[in-house]
C-alpha cells in the first residue's frame, strides 16, 4: 500500500490568497483526520470524517478554514483568505478501527505551508 | 478533557545510553495510548501502542508499559543510537466501541543521540 498521500509537499503563498492542500487516505480506511503542528501549540486535530461525513469540526481555527471528503478516497483542506499565522505543518491520516475500536492512525508525510 | 504530558526536550544522550522518556495522561474511560516518532522532514510514524492496562507495548528496542495506576505511558530503550535521533510523540485515542475519534498529542521530546 502506498500509505496517506498528500500533496502539495510544500506550499508558498501570499497572505490573502486561497490554499487548497489534498490528502488521499489509505484504501479501506473510513476515517480521516485532518492535524496541524505548529511550534507553539504542538499538534492539534482540526477535523475528521467518518465514511466522508464530517463528525467533529471543533477544532477547525475560524470561518476561514473548510475541509471536505466528496468520496472515500480524496479529502481537501482550503483556506481562504490565508493569513501568516496559517503557516504551519498540516498533516492528514487515516484510520480503520473496525469493531475493535483501535484508533491506530497512520499519517501522510504533510505539507508544509507558509504564508507571506 | 483529554490530555498527555511529555518531558519538554531537547534530550541528549551518548549512544549506547538508556533511554526514558516520560509521559502521563488524563482521559475518561478506557483510552488506547500510543508512541509516534517523526524523523526530520517526514510524518508521523507509529512506534508502539497499548490498548488496556499492563499492556507492554514494544517495537525496535522500544518498550511502554500501559500504567493504569499511575496514568502513565514511559518510553523506554536500554541502548540508542544515532539512528534514534528523531521527536518522540506521546497520544491517547478514546475508545470507542467501534468508532474513533482524533488523537490527542503530548507535546513531544526532541531526542539527540551523539556518536
Known amino acids: 500500500d502506498a500509505g496517506v498521500i498528500q500533496s502539495p509537499r510544500h506550499e508558498v503563498t501570499e497572505m490573502g490568497q486561497e490554499v487548497t492542500l489534498r490528502c488521499k487516505p489509505i484504501s479501506g480506511h473510513d476515517y480521516l483526520f485532518w492535524y496541524r503542528q505548529t511550534m507553539m501549540r504542538g499538534l492539534e486535530l482540526l477535523i475528521y470524517f467518518n465514511n466522508n461525513v464530517p463528525i467533529d469540526d471543533s477544532g477547525m481555527p475560524e470561518d476561514r478554514f473548510s475541509a471536505k471528503m466528496p468520496n472515500a478516497s480524496f479529502s481537501t483542506l482550503k483556506i481562504q483568505p490565508s493569513e501568516p499565522r496559517d503557516s504551519a505543518v498540516y498533516f492528514c491520516?487515516?484510520?480503520?478501527?473496525?469493531?475493535?475500536?483501535?484508533?491506530?492512525?497512520?499519517f501522510g508525510p504533510g505539507t508544509r505551508l507558509t504564508v507571506l | 478533557g483529554d490530555s498527555v504530558t511529555q518531558m519538554e526536550g531537547p534530550v541528549t544522550l551518548s549512544e549506547e545510553a538508556f533511554l526514558t522518556i516520560n509521559c502521563t495522561y488524563t482521559a475518561t474511560g478506557y483510552p488506547s495510548l500510543f508512541w509516534y516518532v517523526q524523523y526530520p522532514g517526514e510524518g508521523l510514524q507509529l512506534l508502539l501502542k497499548a490498548t488496556k492496562a499492563d499492556d507492554k507495548g514494544s517495537n525496535k528496542g522500544f518498550e511502554a508499559t500501559y500504567r493504569k495506576e499511575t496514568t502513565s505511558f514511559h518510553l523506554e530503550k536500554g541502548s540508542v543510537q544515532v539512528s534514534d535521533s528523531a521527536v518522540y510523540f506521546c497520544?491517547?485515542?478514546?475508545?470507542?466501541?467501534?468508532?474513533?475519534?482524533?488523537?490527542?498529542f503530548g507535546k513531544g521530546t526532541h531526542l539527540i543521540i551523539q556518536p
Open positions: 491520516a487515516s484510520s480503520s478501527p473496525g469493531q475493535r475500536g483501535l484508533n491506530e492512525q497512520f
Open positions: 497520544a491517547l485515542g478514546p475508545y470507542s466501541g467501534g468508532g474513533a475519534d482524533g488523537l490527542t
